[in-house]
C-alpha cells in the first residue's frame, strides 16, 4: 500500500504545475481544456463502472494512478500550442508529431517527480505516457493498447463529441428577442458569436418546422418558451451547462483532487 501523503502530495503538485495550470486558459469550443479534462476523469469513471460495475471490480482489472495522472495530462500540448501562438494544432500534433506529445508529457511528470522527491514505477510512467500518445484513437498516429489506454480514449471522444460546445440554445436567445433586443445586442450581451446565434435559432426553427425568426418568436409569445433543438442536442446543452457549473462552483483543481480513484491509488505501489 502507497503512502496516502505520497501520493496526494504528488498530485497537488501535479494539478497546480504551471502547464496544468495552464489548461483553464485555453477555450476549446465552449469550454476550457481543464473543465474538459475533468469531464474526462468523470466519463473515464463512469466507463469503469459500465464495464465493471463497481469499482472495486474495476480495481482488479485497471491501475486507478494511471487512469488519474493520465487524464490530467493528456491534452496539455492543447494548452501549450495555443498559448504560445503555434500554427500546428493539437490534432496534428497528435496525428504526426508523437515524439513531441512524449516529450511533454515526460517533462511534466519528470519535474513533479523531482518536486515530490518521488519517482513513478517505469512500467506505470510508461501507462501514463502511453495514455497521451493514444488517446485521439486511430485519429492519431498512437493507438490504444492496453485497457488503460481504451477507458481514457472512450472518454475523451465521448467528451469531445458531446459538451465541446457552446452552452447556449434558442431558449435563451430568443427570450432575449422578445425583449426588443437585436442581433448585435444579443452578441454583446451573450458573448457568443454572430455564426452561434444564428446556429442556435436553426436549430430550434428546423425541429419546429418554423420558416424565419418571426414564426419561431411567435411560438415563444405562445409557449413562453422554445426547444434549443432535438433531443441530441438539447441534451449536449444541458449537459454542459451543468458541467461548467460544477467546475465554476467546486473549482478544477477540487474536483480532480478529490475523486473516486484516490482510495484505489492508496491500496497499489505507484513509486520505487
Known amino acids: 500500500m502507497e503512502s496516502k501523503a505520497l501520493v496526494d502530495e504528488f498530485l497537488q503538485n501535479l494539478v497546480f504545475h504551471p ?4 489548461l483553464k486558459l485555453v477555450d476549446d469550443k465552449g469550454i476550457s481544456v481543464a473543465v474538459h479534462t475533468y469531464d474526462v476523469l468523470k466519463t473515464s469513471i463512469k466507463e469503469m463502472k459500465k464495464r465493471y460495475r463497481t ?8 491501475d486507478m494512478f494511471v487512469i488519474l495522472v493520465g487524464v490530467i495530462i493528456h491534452d496539455t500540448t492543447k494548452a501549450t500550442l495555443r498559448l504560445k501562438n503555434n500554427e500546428i494544432s493539437h490534432s496534428n500534433l497528435m496525428r ?18 523531482k518536486a515530490t522527491k518521488v519517482e513513478i514505477l517505469d512500467g506505470k510512467f510508461e501507462k501514463i505516457v502511453h495514455i497521451v500518445l493514444s488517446h485521439h484513437g486511430r485519429w492519431g498516429k498512437i493507438v490504444p493498447n492496453s485497457r488503460e489506454d481504451d477507458i481514457v480514449h472512450l472518454a475523451d471522444k465521448y467528451s469531445a463529441t458531446y459538451h465541446r460546445i457552446n452552452p447556449i440554445g434558442a431558449k435563451k436567445i430568443v427570450a432575449l428577442m422578445s425583449k426588443g433586443h437585436t442581433k448585435k445586442q444579443i452578441i454583446k450581451i451573450t458573448g457568443q458569436t ?21 414564426e419561431l418568436l411567435e411560438y415563444y409569445y405562445q409557449n413562453k418558451t422554445v426547444p434549443n ?6 441534451r449536449r446543452i444541458k449537459e454542459t451547462e451543468a458541467l461548467l457549473k460544477k467546475v465554476e462552483k467546486n473549482g478544477f483543481e477540487n474536483l480532480i483532487l478529490d475523486n ?13
Open 260 to 272: 473516486e480513484l484516490l482510495e484505489y491509488c492508496y491500496k497499489m505501489k505507484n513509486f520505487k
Open 229 to 234: 433543438g432535438d433531443y441530441s442536442f438539447s
Open 19 to 22: 502547464t496544468i495550470q495552464q
Open 194 to 214: 454572430e455564426g452561434i446565434i444564428n446556429d442556435r435559432l436553426k436549430r430550434a426553427k428546423i425541429y419546429l418546422g418554423l420558416k424565419n425568426n418571426q
Open 96 to 113: 504526426n508529431y508523437p515524439a513531441q506529445v512524449r516529450k511533454e508529457a515526460e517533462k511534466i511528470l519528470k519535474e513533479v517527480e
Open 55 to 62: 469499482m472495486e471490480n474495476a480495481a482488479k482489472e485497471i
